[in-house]
Structures are given as C-alpha cells and as structure tokens.
C-alpha cells in the first residue's frame, strides 16, 4: 500500500456578493425605484385637484353672493345716487359706515359692506340663508374697505374715508386643508 497523503483542496464557498453583483442589483434597483416613485407621488397627491376645486368654489360662491347686494345701505340695487329723502332734497348724504346694519344678520345682509363683519369661518360655514355645511380643513375670511378709487393705480394700499369715494374693496381669503391660500378680489364701484 502507498501511504500517499491527499490534501484536499477547499472548494470555494460562496461567502458573499461580488462587487459586480451589488453595482447591478443597485442599478436594478435605482431604475425600478424611478420608475415607481412618480406613480407614488400621483397617489399621494391625487385629492389636490379636488381640494383646490372646493376651495375655489366656495370662494367664488361667497364674492358671487356679496357682489350681488347692493354697493350702500343707501343706495340701489346696480349703485347710482344715494336712495334717501336728504339725497332727493339734495343735501349731501354720506357713505354708510363699513358693517352689519342694526337689526340684520347674515338673513338679511342687504349691501356689500356688511360681510366686513363677517365673521372668519373654519370647518363649518353658512351660506346666506343661514344654513350650515361643514368644510373639515377651509378657513374662510371676508374683509371690506374703501378704496381711492382716484388712485393710479387703484390698489388696497390706498385707503379711503366713508364718504370720500365710490368704490370698495372686497377680499374673500380660502385657505385650504394644504394650507394653500386662495384670493378673490373684487373691486365695488358706485356709478
């Protein structure tokens, strides 16, 4: 017998990847993720539209609202002069003062100005004959003032006194659940 002594090679054993292996499953890995992340990202965002739609219309319904009252508590439906006994004896009768009239509620809002005093609504609002409907997230804001209307150009940083112009500013500020802020602004005039 030979006494011959065999050494036994070791098989290699896969222990790991190769850095082939892992540069190709990152690259893999990086494309299907490219791929992916805008479907995401659709998902995620998809009620935006919708949130943005409702915060416009309710924006819109409410300047649609106030710009249908007339300009004054003094004046006609359309504007044109002051509807008083003084203005048809022809004495000088001022603007009224920006606000809710005495004994009215938001029923029997009868000019612009009144929605001044408005109070800022959020999740829960009424329309103009009072009834309710909740907004989870909307915050809703009017604000009313005059405005020069002398000034070139007519803007909001040119305030005017009650009595000292025709024309109003209307601002009606939305805020979104996103936190986006919608603006409508009209502007009142009294010809």
């Avoid at 006609?76 to 001022?94: C, D, I």
């Avoid at 929605?115 to 989870?136: G, H, K, R, V």
């Amino acid at each position: 017998m030979s006494d011959k002594i065999f050494i036994k090679k070791p098989l290699r054993q896969n222990a790991g990847f190769t850095l082939v292996e892992i540069v190709i499953t990152i690259v893999i890995l990086g494309a299907v993720a490219g791929i992916l992340v805008p479907f995401f990202n659709a998902i995620v965002h998809s009620p935006d539209p919708v949130i943005r739609e409702r915060a416009i219309s309710l924006g819109q319904a409410m300047m649609d609202e106030i710009m249908a009252k007339r300009w004054d508590e003094n004046t006609p439906m359309g504007g044109g002069p002051l509807n008083t006994a003084e203005s048809a004896r022809g004495t000088v009768v001022p603007a009224a003062a920006l606000g809710i009239d005495a004994g009215e509620d938001r029923t029997t809002y009868d000019d612009v100005d009144d929605y001044n005093s408005l109070p800022p609504e959020i999740d829960n609002f009424t329309d103009q004959n009072n009834n309710a409907f909740n907004l989870p997230g909307y915050r809703r804001q009017v604000a009313v003032r005059y405005i020069a209307s002398a000034a070139n150009p007519i803007d909001e940083n040119t305030p005017a006194a009650a009595g000292t112009t025709d024309t109003k500013l209307v601002v009606v500020r939305i805020t979104s659940p996103l936190g986006e802020i919608f603006n409508f602004v009209a502007v009142a005039c009294n010809f």
